[in-house]
């Protein structure tokens, strides 16, 4: 009797020291996974905030680039419109020269 006691209190023992070591496997997992699935969040927020980054780059680069065609285009048109005032006043003076001889 003693000897089956014995051999029942061993294998309590050695059930509830499995029984603890499983729990703790098991909370070391939970831990690892959750310690996991932070450092995922903290990477995809950082690869969001580079795509907002980049997104943003790429606004500012299509800003900078109408803003420059625009600059462009209203220097063309200027210079179109003093041509033809030049035109227009050398044809005066053309007018006005030919008027004298």
Do not use: I
Request: proline residues 0%.
């Amino acid at each position: 009797m003693r000897k089956l006691n014995k051999r029942v209190e061993q294998k309590l023992l050695f059930n509830s020291q499995l029984k603890e070591r499983n729990q703790n496997l098991t909370q070391e997992a939970a831990a690892q996974y959750s310690l996991r699935c932070k450092h995922k969040k903290e990477q995809d927020l950082l690869e969001m905030d580079w795509q907002a980054t980049k997104s943003s780059r790429a606004v500012l680069a299509e800003r900078q680039a109408q803003e420059w065609s625009e600059l462009k285009q209203q220097c063309l048109d200027k210079r179109a419109d003093l041509l033809q005032q030049h035109g227009q006043v050398r044809a005066l003076l053309d007018q006005h020269l030919s008027l004298l001889r």
